[in-house]
C-alpha cells in the first residue's frame, strides 16, 4: 500500500474537497495517521489502502467539525445553549469497521477446509 494509491482513491471520490484542498504533505501526514491508528486496532492483513483512505477522510472531517479531539479524548456526550451531541464509541470510522469486518468475514470462509471420501 503507498500513499499515491491512497490519494488517487480519494481523488476520484466524490465529497473529497476538504482533502483537496489540504497540501501534500497534510495529506501524506494525515494518511500516515490514519494507517497507524488502523494498524493499533486491526490486523494488518486487514488494513487495506481502501480503509485507509476512509480513515484518512473521517480524520479530516472531525478535525473540520471540531469533534475528533472530543472523541479521542473518550468524551461520549456534551450540550452548549439547548443543543445536544452525542458520539458512538470509537474513533473509527463506521464505514472502515464495515469494510473491515466484511474482509474479515471472507478472510475466515476462506480459510473454509472441506473433508470427503474418494471412493
Known amino acids: 500500500m503507498t500513499f499515491i494509491e491512497i ?3 480519494l481523488h476520484k471520490l466524490h ?10 504533505e497534510d495529506r501524506e501526514r494525515i494518511a500516515f495517521t490514519a494507517e497507524e ?6 490486523d494488518d492483513s486487514l488494513v487495506t489502502f481502501k480503509a485507509v483512505a476512509l480513515q484518512t477522510l473521517y480524520l479530516i472531517e472531525g478535525a473540520k467539525e471540531d469533534f475528533l479531539t472530543m472523541k479521542r479524548q473518550g468524551v461520549k456526550s456534551f450540550s452548549l445553549e439547548g ?3 452525542s458520539f458512538e464509541p470509537g ?29
Request: hydrophobic share 40%; glycine share 2%; aromatic share 14%.
Open 37 to 42: 491508528m488502523l494498524k493499533s486496532y486491526y
Open 83 to 85: 443543543m445536544n451531541f
Open 15 to 24: 465529497y473529497t474537497d476538504l482533502y483537496k484542498a489540504l497540501p501534500l
Open 91 to 119: 474513533i473509527i470510522s463506521p464505514e472502515v469497521v464495515a469494510l473491515i469486518e466484511k474482509s474479515k468475514v471472507t478472510e475466515t470462509t476462506k480459510k473454509t477446509a472441506y473433508v470427503g471420501r474418494l471412493i
Open 7 to 9: 490519494d488517487e482513491y
